[in-house]
């Protein structure tokens, strides 16, 4: 069952926005509700934000991050371990190309950022393996590696996220991408949360690393899909603070300072269009972040920008989440960033199974 409903300032919670005063009105936020919502659900949503801040989970500790990876000699065509800077310092600060298998040259591009709680995953990890549908719909994939926070703290991921974005757009006539618009995705934790950081530093130097090289090319995405992701590392529940500790390198819960690396805080009047997906039984990163994004995006540029996607029940790292369905939605969204004049010709309701094998160690 599926409820379409929207957003408005009913859903201003107190202390919201930390204080920061916002015009009366803000364009309603686009939000479906799937699973087994009830009419209370969507009639009570603000009492339901509520609770959700105030609950203290049960499970105090993170999903464990899958032990498998994609078997990318499935594709039929990938460039692989590409490093994406010229002060290379990790072997995570490399890409995939996953070329999909409709369509001609230059290809439409996503950039996918894996999750693993800033502390885990890879580029290659099975948790993303929805994401590899959007090859069998006409867009290429690359799946960027980022340094972990054992590696090192913020901004580090942000820098590597940016300069990933900046090669490929000095090499996109060598990889045959159309870079002119590219949508971020990112899933869990830390790949929602860098895709939306992404958006929330378009446009400012001081977020980039120019030893990285590749200056002279734009970090700039033209939109976001989040799954799961972080948007506040300043409200984490206890679950998700020994994360955002290890990356900020100090105890980020309520902390001002770390609202450098909180997309909420950083949202501005030239932001993206921006889906966001997450279940309302997320236990490590609670689906009132992605509410609270949403609303305050549409709220600081003025306009429909941001549309809420939430299934009922489902936790952090929830199947409910990476559905044909769910994916579908998410493809018609960036369909509309990066085929903005035509409709895609290579849509289909083909979802193939996505092959996995064991870890062998992938960055």
Do not use: C
């Not at 994360?243 to 950083?266: C, F, H, I, N, T």
């Amino acid at each position: 069952m599926t409820f379409r409903i929207t957003l408005t300032t009913l859903l201003m919670l107190p202390g919201l926005f930390g204080g920061t005063a916002l015009a009366t009105s803000i364009p309603p936020v686009d939000l479906t509700v799937s699973g087994q919502a009830s009419p209370e659900l969507l009639a009570d949503f603000r009492q339901a934000l509520e609770r959700m801040a105030q609950r203290q989970p049960e499970d105090n500790q993170s999903p464990a991050a899958s032990d498998t990876r994609i078997d990318l000699d499935q594709f039929w065509k990938v460039e692989r371990d590409i490093s994406y800077t010229l002060s290379q310092e990790s072997p995570r600060q490399q890409l995939n190309i996953v070329y999909p298998f409709e369509g001609e040259p230059p290809y439409r591009t996503i950039v996918h950022f894996h999750g693993g709680d800033w502390r885990s995953g890879s580029r290659q990890s099975a948790a993303s393996a929805p994401v590899y549908w959007a090859i069998y719909q006409g867009y290429a994939l690359v799946d960027v590696g980022y340094r972990l926070a054992d590696e090192a703290r913020w901004p580090a991921q942000l820098h590597d996220a940016k300069a990933a974005i900046r090669y490929l757009r000095a090499n996109a006539d060598q990889y045959e991408l159309d870079t002119g618009r590219i949508v971020a995705m990112g899933g869990s934790a830390s790949g929602g949360h860098l895709a939306q950081m992404l958006a929330a530093t378009n446009g400012d130097a001081v977020a980039e690393d120019p030893d990285m090289g590749y200056g002279e090319h734009s970090s700039d995405i033209q939109g976001v899909v989040s799954r799961a992701g972080v948007s506040d590392i300043t409200a984490m529940p206890p679950p998700g603070r020994p994360a955002a500790d290890a990356l900020m390198g100090y105890p980020a819960y309520q902390s001002k300072v770390a609202r450098e690396a909180s997309p909420v805080a950083q949202v501005h009047n030239q932001f993206p269009p921006i889906l966001l997906l997450h279940g309302t039984n997320d236990r490590v990163v609670p689906f009132a972040q992605s509410a609270r994004m949403a609303i305050r995006v549409n709220a600081v540029t003025g306009h429909p920008r941001a549309r809420l996607r939430l299934v009922v029940d489902a936790g952090h790292r929830d199947q409910a989440l990476a559905t044909p369905a769910v994916m579908t939605q998410t493809l018609d969204f960036v369909d509309e960033i990066l085929f903005p004049e035509d409709d895609n010709p290579h849509r289909s309701s083909f979802y193939p199974g996505i092959q996995t094998i064991g870890n062998e160690g992938s960055r």
